[in-house]
């Protein structure tokens, strides 16, 4: 499952404030790239809550290509910015 950090789950929530409690972010796969796009729950969405509020959705293929990562934050030019890295389980098994 994908592990997602406190400060990912406070950008989430700030990039959803000005939406309605019923939109999340979805991660999508266009052209062979992860994007962060907004969506609904769907059945059998994999949903990721922060102080009551679902802020993240996964469908079940993305759900396992994302298995052992980990969503952050870091800090660019441009504000801040959502980024997967890989555990550190995952990179002494490479």
Known sequence: ??????DAYLRLS??????PENVAAR???R??????RRGRRRRGDEVFVHEGRTV???DQHICEHLQG??????DTQDGPRL???RSKQQQTQS
């Open 14 to 19: 700030e990039i959803l404030s000005k939406r």
């Open 69 to 74: 990562r980990i969503l952050d934050v870091r």
């Open 31 to 36: 052209d062979g790239r992860l994007k962060l």
């Open 1 to 6: 499952m994908l592990n997602v950090t406190r």
């Open 83 to 85: 980024r997967f890295r």
């Open 56 to 58: 993240l959705l996964l």
């Open 27 to 29: 991660i999508v796969r």
